[in-house]
């Protein structure tokens, strides 16, 4: 166990809803990353948010959108949802937002549009 | 751009030794890592490699090239339970941030 938690765990839905994924990173982390694995593409960096704010960002689509709140858990928004965006989505924390820094993953949660 | 090379799939025996292999081409460098994840888990972390030369922890070592773009996970005494994805990343970035370019992976089944 990671420290790591993330809700849901399964999520089923239609193309065109919206989801939200929630992400709680390990006591004492300031930094909360976003990753989609699916089958053809392995593991894809989405976005990472340090302490509040976006502190770098991957090829994370424009239909997607993420914050980290005062709190330090964050949130990823999905909308207008095609079949393509199923996949595992992983929640990661590090302790600073350093490339040194190392990510613990959360359990992920499993999205699938129908 | 990024580019992480690692071999799709390996077999090795309970009890014997495997080295898994990763190039790499990046336009920075801030350390790479290995992770091992069972299907349908979270990656869990394994080793990290800043500088050239060998990283052992117990059972596994990892060995970092800088200057040819090369690392490698070695995996002793070889369990049942080490049959996993093994992923090679690289932070790339330079100024700032902790962004990970993942391999595709390496599939490693132990057989009896």
């Known amino acids: 166990d990671s420290g790591v938690t993330q809700t849901p765990k399964h999520l089923i839905t239609a193309t065109g809803q919206r989801v939200t994924l929630r992400c709680s990173p390990r006591?004492?982390?300031?930094?909360v990353y976003w990753y989609q694995q699916s089958l053809d593409q392995g593991l894809q960096f989405l976005i990472q948010?340090?302490?509040?704010?976006?502190?770098a960002k991957g090829n994370i689509l424009e239909r997607f959108s993420a914050q980290q709140f005062p709190d330090l858990h964050s949130e990823l928004n999905l909308s207008s949802l095609e079949l393509g965006d199923s996949a595992l989505y992983f929640c990661?924390?590090?302790?600073?937002?350093?490339?040194?820094?190392?990510?613990?993953f959360g359990p992920g949660t499993r999205l699938t549009v129908l | 751009g990024q580019n992480i090379d690692q071999p799709t799939e390996m077999t090795a025996t309970e009890g014997a030794i495997v080295q898994i292999n990763c190039t790499y081409q990046?336009?920075?460098?801030?350390?790479l890592f290995w992770y091992q994840q069972h299907a349908g888990e979270a990656p869990t972390f394994l080793s990290y490699n800043v500088l050239d030369g060998l990283e052992e922890k117990g059972r596994f070592s990892s060995f970092l090239s800088r200057s040819k773009g090369y690392s490698y996970l070695l995996l002793k005494e070889l369990q049942m339970k080490d049959s996993a994805s093994y992923l090679c990343a690289v932070n790339g970035l330079t100024g700032g941030g902790n962004k990970l370019t993942f391999g595709t992976g390496t599939q490693l089944k132990v057989e009896l």
């Open positions: 990661a924390s590090s302790s600073g937002g350093a490339g040194t820094d190392t990510q613990y």
């Open positions: 990046t336009s920075g460098f801030n350390g």
């Open positions: 948010y340090y302490n509040g704010e976006e502190r």
């Open positions: 006591s004492g982390d300031l930094s």
